[in-house]
């Protein structure tokens, strides 16, 4: 039988021996020095890594606003993404003083101690310091044109939480009037209550809440600086 001369076969010859002809059919791909097959495209982000992304308190917590109808309640979304006003004395925490951090509804951050809670009559929950400067941020409110404020919000979502005046008391004569739809209680964990030296238990500590085993708050003693506001002051008011 004689076997016919095709040009194809020539040049697919001259071709393997000079190492250029892609892998057939089933063979397995050529891979690198590092054991990645050429000319795949780079794995995306890890499930671990993206957590660890979430769960960074420094990160910035972004939602649409369909997210967050759903996650708030009516109210709660009205005064944190609405910029709402609750009614004075209608709130959870307006009066009272239970013990603990309160966090913001819409993200967890920490944003006040029960420690720095007090009564200034006006109806909405009132503190004189936040956990920490980074846990807040303030601008400017010019809604009321006859009476521009200081709008306070959680820096970690961007939620409305209320408003800051300086007419507070020591030690920083400030007053930060929060709505309690922005805010969340979470008690002060009891400590187990060590042994002394003879063997009696000693008193045992209260520790404060902090979301994810956050670096304490409690010691922090930084005056916070409000955002300039000319407007004379009037006491008390929203």
């Known amino acids: 039988m004689t076997i016919g001369w095709k040009p194809w076969g020539l040049a697919a010859g001259l071709l393997i021996g000079a190492g250029l002809v892609v892998p057939a059919i089933g063979q397995a791909p050529s891979k690198n020095a590092a054991g990645k097959v050429e000319g795949e495209n780079p794995p995306e982000t890890s499930a671990p890594a993206k957590a660890e992304a ?19 309640t009516r109210e709660q979304y009205y005064v944190t993404r609405q910029k709402g006003t609750e009614q004075a004395f209608t709130g959870r ?6 013990k603990g951090i309160f966090v913001c509804v ?25 956990v920490s400067n980074k846990a807040v941020e303030q601008a400017m409110d010019y809604s009321v044109a006859v009476e ?3 709008e306070v919000m959680c820096k970690r979502c961007d939620a409305h939480l209320g408003h800051v005046f300086n007419d507070g ?13 922005a805010l969340q209680l ?21 520790k404060e809440f902090k979301e994810g085993d956050a670096a304490d708050t409690e010691g922090d003693e ?3 600086t409000p955002a300039k506001n000319t407007a004379p002051v009037k006491k008390p008011r929203r």
């Not at 769960?55 to 910035?60: E, V």
């Not at 009559?121 to 310091?129: A, E, I, L, V």
């Not at 979470?186 to 209260?206: D, I, L, R, V, Y």
């Open 169 to 181: 008391p020591e030690p920083t004569g400030l007053r930060y009037c929060i709505n309690s739809a």
């Open 93 to 98: 925490y307006a009066t009272g003083h239970p």
């Open 222 to 224: 930084t005056k916070p």
């Open 54 to 72: 979430k769960a960074d308190p420094d990160a910035k917590v972004r939602r649409t606003d369909a997210q967050w109808r759903k996650l708030l």
């Open 106 to 130: 819409g993200c967890g951050a920490p944003l006040f101690s029960s420690k720095t809670k007090f009564e200034s009559g006006t109806g909405w929950p009132s503190f004189y310091q936040p």
């Open 186 to 206: 979470k008690p002060f964990t009891a400590q187990p209550a060590a042994k002394s030296k003879k063997g009696e238990p000693e008193k045992s500590e209260e």
């Open 148 to 150: 521009p404020r200081v």
